[in-house]
């Protein structure tokens, strides 16, 4: 394969992987909100069941910074390979054992604490998924490039997404005798036809160079932990602040889901159907944003993204507690489709361009692990904190704009990187730019 084939192959299976590897997560996000509350929480009320679902979602976060710790050990010791064909492994399984599980009323206690271990086993997995894909992706690619190649991870995060939302379309719209006994089940068990697919097209994938390089000049880091606490900790607690803003994500599709439907009374259907559409956008915008970084730098894309969030969550909300569906689908696909795309476009570069080879997977999948898992509980934060009611949108609106505002800060007062050569970043001082 040539030198310029190299890059795109990697983005291909970092697109590919990720939207297999985040379907499986994001069906869990789907059932969590629309279905779990009744079947492994019943003897709940309503109020309380719905929270306990959603936290079961935020679960599988705190164990994503322990995954990170782990496979980002393994990811800078061994190879970003080898990450990446473990984490599609433990993802695929524990997704199907999801669909095989008994529900309350059959297993009674033993169904929830079984669905937990399930979701830390989820959590796990996905915490090296990003972190090594983007790796991958950033080594490869050209120096001018690379926000554009690394921004198909998350564009493959997006395309998992419709994917997800798109299989629970149908069986949302069975009857609820018929969702809630077999229903729900059938999108966590076509989970091994993702795995399968993942592992095919993950084991062809060829080293980096710049892994390779440290291997030919036994350069590779015993202790790639050690390194990275020593000599990049304020760039990962800088990883952890900003990663935060995955909060716009997890608000708009559990939370904003769960308050139309759960609350306002809102039809499951079409606004599953917001979700599809937003990340088809998204989709499309994502490299567009990953290149005009590459021009203009990675700090102003990522903070007009973030303030642009914190505005829009307030005209998204309110439009669903108003009941109007345009304004729901309008605001919906601009907020998460177009504006928040621009920071999903943008962090996979900028984040991976502030460690060096040596500790670069550890770096970025132990600080966004860490500030995702802050992220994971948004939903469960702003149920608890603004309540349940019709008018609980304008507290989790606030609370989105605060968590907007920090990733703002944390991102002004990084470097930028995106004119520094592939081999100089993570150094101090950065060394020459180019023009």
Not at 111 to 129: N, T, W, Y
Not at 167 to 178: G, H, K, S, T, V
Not at 229 to 258: C, G, K, M, N
Not at 313 to 320: D, E, K, P, T, V
Request: aromatic share 10%.
């Amino acid at each position: 394969m040539t030198v310029h084939g190299k890059p795109r192959k990697a983005a291909i299976a970092a697109w590919i992987g990720s939207a297999l590897e985040y379907y499986d997560f994001f069906i869990y996000g789907t059932a969590a909100a629309l279905v779990f509350n009744k079947i492994f929480f019943p003897a709940s009320s309503p109020a309380t069941g719905t929270l306990l679902a959603l936290a079961t979602f935020g679960v599988g976060y705190l164990a994503r910074p322990v995954g990170a710790f782990v496979l980002g050990h393994i990811g800078d010791r061994f190879g970003r390979k080898r990450v990446l064909v473990t984490t599609l492994v433990m993802m695929g399984g524990s997704t199907f054992l999801v669909g095989c599980l008994p529900t309350y009323d059959q297993a009674g206690l033993l169904a929830p604490v079984l669905l937990v271990l399930l979701r830390l086993m989820q959590g796990f997995s996905v915490s090296g998924e990003q972190a090594g894909a983007n790796s991958m992706t950033l080594e490869h690619a050209p120096e001018d490039r690379r926000a554009f190649y690394t921004s198909f991870t998350l564009n493959g995060t997006q395309a998992g997404q419709i994917i997800a939302t798109a299989i629970f379309l149908p069986i949302a719209a069975l009857p609820e005798e018929q969702l809630l006994s077999w229903g729900w089940r059938v999108p966590f068990w076509l989970s091994v036809a993702v795995a399968v697919a993942g592992l095919v097209i993950r084991r062809t994938l060829e080293e980096t160079p710049a892994f390779e390089q440290e291997v030919a000049t036994n350069t590779v880091a015993k202790l790639p932990l050690a390194v990275l606490f020593r000599e990049h900790w304020r760039d990962v607690l800088r990883v952890v602040v900003a990663a935060v803003i995955a909060s716009v994500s997890t608000i708009f599709t559990v939370h904003a889901l769960s308050y139309a439907v759960n609350t306002m009374g809102l039809e499951r259907t079409p606004m599953l159907w917001v979700g599809v559409l937003a990340n088809v956008a998204a989709v499309i915008t994502i490299p567009l944003w990953g290149r005009l970084s590459d021009r203009v730098g990675r700090k102003p894309v990522f903070i007009g993204g973030s303030l642009g969030c914190a505005v829009l969550m307030f005209a998204y909300l309110w439009s669903i507690s108003a009941g109007d569906y345009v304004l729901i689908f309008v605001t919906g696909i601009l907020m998460f489709g177009v504006v928040h795309s621009a920071t999903s476009a943008v962090w996979p570069a900028f984040y991976g361009e502030m460690f060096t080879t040596r500790v670069r997977l550890s770096g970025m999948a132990i600080g966004t692990q860490i500030g995702f898992a802050i992220a994971g509980f948004a939903p469960t934060v702003a149920t608890a904190v603004a309540g349940t009611g019709p008018g609980s949108w304008l507290g989790v609106s606030v609370i989105t704009a605060i968590v907007c505002l920090i990733n703002v800060a944390a991102v002004a007062t990084g470097r930028e990187t995106y004119r520094v050569p592939t081999e100089r970043l993570g150094l101090r001082p950065a060394g020459p730019v180019r023009a």
